[in-house]
């Protein structure tokens, strides 16, 4: 196994409970503490929960005072779930019905019904349509009420020339946001999928007004998103829904082979290649011996194995982090913004965020009484 580097003992605990939940009949009070700290703040105390309901008799071997945990999170994620899908609703009534929608990541995952939805914390509603229909659809969703963040001319200009989607929106009182995309990369960045491909293979939700992404592409679209478009901090649930993807799409050697082929259409190679690599060593993921992937050069392997383990895997909440972990995180931040940006833009980039942080800010105005 990869080295999980400076991450508490109790995450081989976590990460063993995810791939054979039966796990559980033999952990102690001490280790289930631990473990359930650090699943609650990966964000998937909810998937272990459901996991352990779904083998049978299980639960019966689990602590009381652990059970009170595993119910309340299937109970919170499932108050998600209904939130996001009253936002659905929503965004259904107001969108014009001729225009091609797509879900994609979370929100997609939960209209399929598929097993990675099963417990799953869902956040924001991402939203994909055409780069030509894009004002269109913001001038819809305006229109009826959401309310784009406010932000500086500098950040409208990022959203909307360098981006791949606009300013984050919300209707007031509701509580869940919407991201509006136009592709599933910035514009920026060094990576260029094959738009126009990943429009033509979308998919119809039987009884659901919006589109999905091809179920390879899915697979793709989240490791891009983790390898690509993250700063790789606390992301180690992307990596479990990439595994539950897999294990739901990918089923046969010809299944392997298009994803590998689709990989290379789109420039996805190396993230692919990355999340195979993580998921393989710290969930388990069966993967073939000969998939047609370019592997990245042996010092970024070594550096990635590094970095990735000290930002993407949980620690303690009340335990600061270490001197690598901060080190790291510093790293992979300075990797996102390389691979999201050329150099002239991002020294234009970075160059605006210093004169941000320098310039004195208004002191706060207290009214008297």
Known sequence: MISLGPADPCLHSLLGLLIDPGGARTMSLAQWDKTIRLAR?????????????????????????????LYSATAYSAHRSQLLRIELTALADVLPAELPVVLLKGAAYLVQDLEVARGRLPGDVDLMVARNDLDRAEAALLGAG???????????????????????????????????HHTITPVTGRLKPDTARLFADLQAVPGERFLVLHPLDQILHAAVHLFQDSDLSAQLRDL??????????VRSDEDWQELAARATRHQFDRPLWYVLRYCHAWLGTALPEDLPLIAPSASAVRLLDWIFPRCTLPRIPDQPPGFSRRIAARLALIRQQ?????PSLLLRHLGHKTWQSLRPRPAVQHKAG
Do not use: K, N, T
């Open 338 to 342: 390389w691979l999201r940006l050329p």
């Open 240 to 249: 479990v829904d990439i595994d539950a993807l897999i294990r739901a799409h």
């Open 41 to 69: 703040q990966a964000r998937l105390l909810g998937v272990l929960a459901h996991r352990i309901q779904s083998r049978a008799g299980l639960l019966a071997d689990v602590p009381e005072c652990v059970l009170g945990h």
């Open 146 to 180: 959401w309310e784009a963040e406010e932000i500086d001319a500098y950040g409208e200009r990022y959203y909307r020339e360098w981006s791949h989607e606009l300013p984050p929106m919300r209707f007031p009182g509701h509580a869940v946001e919407v991201d509006l």
